[in-house]
């Protein structure tokens, strides 16, 4: 009998999946690979940075890639308000047995674990909840050791001599000082207990509306790229993710999710975030390349010849290694005149101070704002772009309401297919940003074309049908996006009136929407 390493573990196994033939060390282990009756199309393999994900077949876009459950939720090491131990919502609602924030509404599961260790030693004060640093951080811990998914916990990166070198550190002691001489379990190590929250650390994502921190064990062994082609939808109250391709995948190539929030962070904000949080210096392919996959998202204009952007230059990476966050530099392309991080985080801050001061409702403060802006940044950086999102909302919010004259539809339409043209660069496929930006325009679209209708201003039969299969294709494509299904996405060879009628169904769609199309399918040439 053949001999390789599990899919998962990449322990020597002879046991092999009998559908895929996927090598799979274990019971547990096959629960993980076979989900919902079919075979997790991805592997683990070891490489020169650790574990990483490959696809063991070609991924469609919007194909679920696979289920994974949490094994440990805890706070968050810098939660400034407290947060009940069951439901994870801001509450100043306490045990009755251990002092620790618990909502009066739910009913004690989990907490059970550490009330049961915290109250055989009495009763916490409030204030020690706000004095002590290490309380709530300690949950994660009992909670761990209590728990019987330890075995893929294991597995995970803790990245905690980098963490001993940050102020972050002392809550860590905090912690362990809590367990040990408060509670008593001196039989977990500090550098035991130092390990398990660093594990949380280095690989647990948000959950519960950023209110806590929960382990996803397969997750936590795809890798980061700040250009991903997956992303994960997680659903707080069971405890569960699914991880879906925003992109197609071929077999072999790598996995990827992107670990960050803000899609649109230039190139130094995002390096010293994840260095900050995750102790890594990120090397994908947007980081990469000075002009981060050509959307130009850090350029900012030289100020010496006018005409040329500076890019980032990026450090040598044994030098990162060295140094911890990489330091970068700008150079323009055309005259070679450099300027170091400081001085561009010093023009960035005044740009984006002087933004933030613009009165929410006034476009034409935006509109100006927008001409100075490009005149210090490429018109693609960071900061151009949120700005080129407000005038887009703002425009579609002046043309939202008919009549608005087709100058105007055509202008929204073209500011807003401009601005996707350059995020997608960033942010490929199937995605929430690109979505909603979508869902909203096709509203003005069919707006418009209903309009003209009424006014016997309508085109022939051909250029109708063709105008309005046009904006279903994409709302099928805003709604797959923002839900991640992709049953929203039309059948092969589907009549276009059927797409329709099915679309009215979607729970997703808005009211406006569904007056729309009821309206659109009493058309004669539907």
């Known amino acids: 009998m053949d001999v390789s390493v599990c899919f998962l573990c990449r322990r020597a196994t002879k046991n092999r999946c009998n559908e895929c033939s996927e090598y799979v060390c274990s019971t547990r282990h096959m629960k ?37 459950r949490c094994i440990g939720m805890a706070t968050k090491l810098d939660l400034g308000e407290l947060v009940c131990l069951e439901c994870w919502q801001p509450t100043d609602q306490k045990c009755a047995k251990c ?46 050791f209590q728990s019987e998914e330890k075995e893929v916990f294991e597995m995970l990166i803790d990245n905690i001599e980098k963490i001993k070198l940050t102020e972050e550190f002392n809550i860590y002691k905090s912690a362990s000082a809590f367990i040990r001489d408060r509670c008593k379990l001196t039989q977990l190590s500090e550098e035991t207990i130092w390990r398990v929250l660093g594990i949380y ?30 992303r994960h939808i997680v659903d707080s109250d069971e405890g569960t993710m699914e991880i879906v391709s925003k992109v197609s995948i ?11 929030t803000d899609y649109l962070a230039p190139i130094n904000k995002r390096k010293e975030f994840i260095w900050e949080t995750w102790k890594f210096a990120c090397t994908c ?12 998202l850090s350029a900012v204009r030289c100020q010496r010849c006018k005409s040329g952007f500076m890019l980032p230059k990026l450090q040598e990476e044994e030098k990162i290694e060295e140094t911890g966050l990489p330091n970068l530099s700008w150079i323009c392309q055309k005259c070679d005149h450099s300027m170091d991080e400081q001085k561009i985080d010093a023009v960035l801050s005044k740009v984006s101070s002087a933004l933030a001061r613009i009165p929410k409702n006034n476009t034409e403060k935006y509109n100006s704002f927008y001409k100075m802006c490009i005149s210090i940044l490429h018109p693609n950086h960071s900061v151009a772009l949120q700005v080129r999102k407000i005038l887009i909302n703002r425009s579609i919010e002046n043309v939202g309401t008919p009549p608005a004259e ?40 069919l707006l418009q074309l209903l309009q003209n209708l009424q006014k016997g201003q309508g085109s022939s039969k051909v250029d109708l ?10 709302l099928e494509r805003a709604l797959a996006g923002m839900t991640g299904d992709e049953e929203c996405l039309a059948r092969e060879d589907e009549p276009l009136r059927n797409r329709i009628e099915r679309m009215m169904l979607n729970p997703s769609l808005g009211g406006g929407y569904s007056m729309l199309l009821k309206i659109l399918i009493k058309l004669p040439v539907l």
């Open 465 to 474: 049908t063709t105008k309005i299969e046009k904006c279903i294709s994409d």
């Open 32 to 68: 993980i690979h076979k989900q919902k009756d079919r075979c997790l199309p991805i592997r683990i393999l070891e490489g020169q940075y650790g574990r990483y994900a490959v696809a063991t077949r070609d991924i469609k876009p919007l194909e679920i890639v696979m289920y994974d």
């Open 250 to 260: 071929k077999r072999g190539e790598e996995i990827n999710v992107r670990y960050t």
């Open 285 to 296: 392919k947007l980081c990469q390349d000075p002009t981060e996959n050509g959307s130009y």
């Open 406 to 445: 087709d100058s105007q539809v055509s202008s929204v339409l073209k500011m807003a297919e401009d601005y996707i043209a350059v995020v997608e660069r960033i942010e490929p496929g199937y995605t929430k940003w690109r979505s909603k930006i979508l869902y909203q325009t096709v509203k003005i679209e």
């Open 99 to 144: 002092g620790l924030p618990l909502c009066s509404q739910c009913k004690p599961i989990k907490h059970l674990m550490e009330c049961k260790v915290i109250s055989c030693y009495g009763k916490l004060e409030s204030s020690q909840l706000s004095t002590d640093p290490g309380i709530l951080p300690s949950i994660a811990v009992i909670r761990y």
């Open 201 to 230: 650390k280095s690989n647990s994502c948000n959950v519960a509306g950023y209110k806590a921190r929960a382990v996803f064990p397969v997750l936590s062994m795809i890798n980061h790229s700040c250009i991903s082609n997956v």
